[in-house]
């Protein structure tokens, strides 16, 4: 079937350190979304790559879509207490569809 | 604009109950979806819905049944349910076509099945 892998899946850093979780499908992706759910709450939407080798920058957070559009990663740069959560990417492979990562818990140590 | 709300917040159910969860949006999307969230596994397709009329299964649609009756109704029905169905239910919607396919998420319901 179509999987997304997603990793690590918890992370604990220092505040200010950086952060980053990787996905990877085996198949290739028509776009690859993230999502962001805080403890508690529910996914809400982040940015959405499409194009082969696609870097896009949101503050502090980076992201960037593999040249053969099979894999993804988010990378926060100094990380704060606001960042906490679990980060979810999700994969289309073309359909009606998306296909979610098991997502990475991310906790911050102050 | 209320976006994607989903009803009840709550709920505990014996085995073998039936209960129907609430999902409806008011952004005229023509996609919804029903997702459950497991620790560990992230977030798993039950069913969804093209349009109004119309439904499809998802990675994991046993033991549920879905109806979209109106384009801003989506509901989740659990006709005899079993411990194993203890999770937290997320509803989401999404437009069809556009520059980008966002799907915007109900808050969830968190179920309980004793």
């Known amino acids: 079937g179509q999987q997304v892998m997603q990793i690590p899946q918890y992370q604990h850093v220092q505040e200010g350190e950086d952060f980053t979780t990787y996905c990877n499908s085996s198949?290739?992706?028509?776009?690859i979304q993230w999502y962001k759910q805080r403890p508690g709450g529910h996914p809400v939407f982040l940015i959405q790559?499409?194009?082969?080798?696609e870097v896009k920058k949101q503050k502090r957070l980076t992201f960037q879509f593999g040249e053969a559009k099979k894999n993804s990663s988010l990378h926060i740069t100094a990380t704060q207490t606001t960042d906490v959560g679990t980060y979810f990417c999700?994969?289309?492979?073309?359909?009606?569809?998306?296909?979610f990562g098991t997502g990475t818990r991310l906790t911050i140590i102050p | 604009n209320a976006g994607v709300t989903q009803t009840p917040k709550f709920r505990v159910l014996k085995t073998g109950q039936s209960m129907t969860l609430l999902c409806a949006q008011d952004?005229?999307?023509?996609?919804m979806y029903w997702y459950r969230q497991d620790p560990g596994m992230g977030l798993r397709l039950i069913h969804y819905?093209?349009?109004?009329?119309?439904?499809a299964k998802g990675e994991v649609p046993d033991g549920y049944n879905v109806s979209r009756l109106k384009k801003q109704n989506f509901l989740l029905g659990l006709e005899s349910a079993a411990p194993s169905q203890t999770s937290v239910y997320f509803c989401?919607?999404?437009?069809?076509?556009?520059?980008?396919?966002?799907?915007?998420f109900g808050p969830g319901t968190r179920l309980t099945v004793l």
């Open positions: 790559l499409v194009k082969s080798g």
């Open positions: 198949t290739t992706l028509s776009n």
């Open positions: 819905s093209v349009g109004e009329g119309t439904t």
């Open positions: 989401a919607s999404r437009v069809s076509g556009g520059a980008t396919d966002t799907q915007y």
């Open positions: 952004m005229n999307h023509e996609y």
């Open positions: 999700a994969g289309r492979f073309g359909n009606e569809k998306l296909t």
